[in-house]
């Protein structure tokens, strides 16, 4: 497994702002993920971070939007641009772990954002 | 008609119960099938992982996979305070689970 940690944990910005949300992981790994997950809905993936490359985002997700940074195998920041209220929601970094029969994801503890 | 489905509860049962946690999915493809619990104000918890169907036990939990019927289950024994919790069924078309799929997730309690 893998402790991951993320910064903040949570934030209350104002309208047209920009948060960048850190995740930390206590190990080297290749592939780190970005979530959001809103209210009673299940989790969307918004982009993978693979160390030395561009990241690569799901459709529905631009860069300009959610600018992405994988300076290492065990750091990467994801970047909130221009905020809006529908931006409110919890923002999930994850990491895979090769092993088995599947590659298990593991989780930090999310970052709370809501934006007024 | 999404991906996959999971009834989102909330569940409520009494503390000792047997507990069923379901979901269906559309896609043939997917062979790595997981659960992860939540609590609130917590990131996902990986619980438990299987590859293509069958059965996996693990203490008082046991995940079930039928691929012909598109199901999947997660049992839990002997239900304590502790599981009350989201659970979220997740599942991958390839053997590497880069790409996963949630479903919504089922909130679940446990009373005393």
């Known amino acids: 497994s893998a402790v991951i940690s993320q910064k903040p944990s949570r934030d209350i910005c104002q309208r047209g702002t920009s948060l960048t949300i850190q995740c930390q992981v206590d190990?080297?790994?290749?592939?780190m993920f970005w979530y959001r997950q809103q209210p009673g809905q299940s989790l969307t993936l918004i982009a993978t971070?693979?160390?030395?490359?561009?990241?690569?985002?799901e459709s529905g997700f631009v860069i300009d939007k959610f600018p992405i940074s994988r300076p290492n195998l065990t750091f990467s920041t994801l970047t909130v641009s221009n905020m809006s209220p529908e931006d409110s929601s919890i923002y999930l970094c994850?990491?895979?772990?090769?092993?088995?029969?599947?590659?298990?994801?593991?989780f930090g503890p999310g970052t709370r954002l809501t934006v007024l | 008609q999404k991906e996959v489905e999971q009834d989102p509860g909330p569940l409520s049962v009494p503390e000792g119960a047997i507990v069923s946690l379901n979901c269906t999915y559309s896609?043939?493809?997917?062979?790595?099938f997981m659960w992860y619990r939540q609590y609130s104000r917590k990131g996902p918890e990986l619980l438990m992982y299987t590859y293509s169907s069958g059965n996996k036990e693990d203490g008082r939990f046991t995940a079930q996979v039928d691929k012909s019927s598109k199901y999947i289950s997660l049992f839990i024994r002997d239900s304590q305070p502790s599981d009350s919790a989201t659970y979220l069924c997740a599942m991958s078309p390839y053997s590497s689970a880069s790409k996963i799929i949630f479903g919504s997730g089922t909130r679940l309690s446990i009373r005393p």
């Open positions: 896609n043939s493809a997917f062979q790595y």
């Open positions: 971070a693979n160390q030395g490359s561009e990241a690569t985002y």
């Open positions: 190990s080297q790994v290749t592939m």
């Open positions: 994850s990491v895979e772990i090769a092993g088995g029969p599947g590659n298990e994801q593991f």
